[in-house]
């Protein structure tokens, strides 16, 4: 089972992809290496004139609180269960000699709770940079307005000949606002802050659903996912109400986060349960198992 050279291999696979992945992610959001499409807009265009409400610091769900608390709560949260799973298997003596001897094999030994919390949250980090990765492709490749980018723009529209609502401006330097606030007014689809905070939450609520077996959770477990998901909801109405996005960017945002957790739950973190679980901790964890032992 943990044989120690494909694993090994496998390990630094993952590393190569991980870090791949990360320095993409940096390109797209830390450097001007991929230009924004420019888009243009009909003169007085009614569907962007909304106030702008200030950077996105002023927002009431500023991208640091944002960021800390999708990267801090999942793995917080991952930890402690991880921690405390662990201790109720160990206490419950399922953990006989035979089974702590099983990881001791040749070059590195990790703990079964070590390995399996490392595994988590490896996906889940690498699920973040991922949606970070494909919110950031949408947005440079539609380059859409948000609803405030004429009020940013602040086209001057008698040297634009702007008579009347019909007549297209698609002149790149049209804009005689702050070039940063509309730079950022053209990234907008899809709301990179639905997505990242949906993601976390599925991805968690998911975590919860399918580990955490401990009596008198029925209820908890849907209350805990579905408030989670709630808050993820209200990081994207927010947006809206703060004229930061649109709807269909809000929408396409809850999307990429539920098909990246999805996906990756599916195919990684279901299929790790399993094999982590019945080597390490044979009699406890498959549902079936586990409901003929509780009885
Ligand atoms: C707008 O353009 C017109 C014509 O080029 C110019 O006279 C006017 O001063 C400009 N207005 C602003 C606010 O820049």
């Given amino acids: 089972m943990f044989i120690p050279l494909p694993f090994t291999n496998m390990l630094y696979f993952q590393l190569v992809i991980m870090a791949g992945t990360v320095m993409l992610a940096y390109y797209f959001e830390y450097t001007d290496t991929f230009n924004v499409h420019v888009q243009g807009f009909f003169c007085y ?43 109720i298997q160990y206490s419950s003596k399922e953990l006989d000699g035979q089974e702590k001897t099983i990881q001791t094999g040749d070059c590195c030994y990790l703990n079964p709770l070590v390995q399996r ?111 989670l998901m709630y808050l993820a909801f209200l990081t994207g109405l927010n947006r809206v109400a703060e004229y930061r996005n649109h709807w269909s960017d809000v929408i396409a945002g809850f999307i990429i986060g539920v098909a990246i957790a999805t996906f990756l739950f599916l195919t990684h973190v279901n299929d790790l349960m399993h094999s982590l679980y019945s080597s390490a901790w044979p009699h406890t964890q498959l549902p079936a198992t586990y409901s003929a032992t509780s009885q």
Avoid: W
């Fill in 117 to 227: 919390t490392f595994r988590f949250l490896g996906v889940y980090t690498f699920g973040l940079f991922t949606v970070d990765i494909f919110v950031n492709a949408g947005q440079l490749v539609t380059g859409n307005l948000a609803p405030h980018f004429l009020t940013v723009c602040k086209p001057n529209y008698t040297a634009l000949g702007c008579q009347h609502a019909l007549i297209y401006i698609s002149q790149q330097e049209a804009c005689t606002g702050n070039q940063e606030d509309v730079l950022r007014a053209r990234k907008t689809f899809p709301s990179k802050e639905a997505a990242l905070s949906v993601y976390a939450a599925f991805y968690l609520a998911s975590y919860i659903t399918c580990t955490v077996e401990v009596k008198g959770t029925r209820l908890a477990k849907p209350v805990l996912s579905l408030g």
């Fill in 45 to 87: 265009d009614n569907a962007y004139v909304k106030p702008y409400l200030g950077p996105e610091e002023s927002s009431a769900i500023p991208p640091t609180l944002l960021y800390a608390l999708v990267a801090g709560v999942p793995t917080f949260v991952m930890m402690i269960s991880e921690a405390v799973l662990f201790l």
